[in-house]
């Protein structure tokens, strides 16, 4: 009666396909899905910039390395993207994104996306981002609702 992903972290998983497979299986057969996890972006930046910003080194220092997979196993798919602070440099990687979740939805799937970044406030505006860019692969979405922290604040009664 729960949905359910597991994270996939060890590399043994992704370098030994008849593995992978296995637990691609497994699974299936459990009806979990695999979480996509989407650690590019952290990655890319340089070493130089990401010293700059102590989240970033953080956030690079703490998340694996790992080859990425797209592929959605179930009628759930859930998608953990990484971002960074600076939200444009994540652009190419949302909008292929984007297309993808795009058609998960066409095929009547209901996935799941969890976005973040190194510094997490601005993780919400990401996630905006990528929705815009679902928007522009499906315009019958419905916009999102106004985050709560952008709401305009009513001044208090006297």
Known sequence: ????????????????????????ELLRRHRCERALFDTRVIHAVSPAEAAADPTTAEARRKKPVLPLRTQALGRQPFLRFVGLNRLDAADPELRDWAGRIAGWLREGRDPYVFTHTPDDRHAPALAARLHGLLRECLPELAPLPVFPGRRERRPAQA
Request: hydrophobic letters at 40%; zero cysteines.
């Open 1 to 24: 009666e729960f949905d359910v992903a597991v994270e996939v972290r060890h590399p043994g998983w992704y370098h030994d396909p008849a593995a992978e497979a296995r637990l691609d």
